[in-house]
């Protein structure tokens, strides 16, 4: 198997494991908001937060198209697909960071997610 072809396919799984974590994450914002409201000391802020919660799905789920989309071009050797795979990928590794640092939760799809964009940035960087 040549380069190019093994690294489109390994780009496109992680890409749908870093889309799925993204819907995942959506989904669970609502169940997340009612948790909050029954905390008393985040009450107030349980509106803020469930947005961002949201908005951090949405922006993962992003990410993970883009990875997917770009999967394509790099099969075909396109000049536009690597950055959009690197740039995609250290934003989700970014995320990941972020989340472990300041959530403070040992959730594994934070794991995953992290893992998977490590290795798409790792093959990138090497090919």
């Avoid at 494991?17 to 948790?35: C, D, K, N, R």
């Avoid at 640092?101 to 790792?122: E, Q, R, T």
Wanted: hydrophobic residues 55%.
């Amino acid at each position: 198997m040549d380069g190019r072809k093994f690294i489109s396919r390994w780009i496109l799984i992680t890409g749908i494991i870093i889309a799925l974590t993204g819907v995942i994450h959506i989904s669970f914002a609502p169940a997340m908001y009612q948790q909050m409201l029954k905390d008393e000391t985040v009450k107030e802020k349980a509106p803020g937060f469930a947005y961002f919660f949201a908005f951090a799905g949405f922006a993962v789920l992003y990410a993970g198209l883009l990875t997917i989309y770009s999967c394509f071009g790099l099969r075909k050797s396109e000049k536009w697909a690597r950055p959009i795979a690197v740039s995609a990928g250290l934003f989700v590794v970014l995320a990941g960071i972020s989340a472990i640092a300041f959530a403070k939760f040992g959730n594994p799809m934070i794991y995953v997610m992290s893992v998977s964009a490590i290795s798409n940035l790792f093959l990138l960087l090497i090919f």
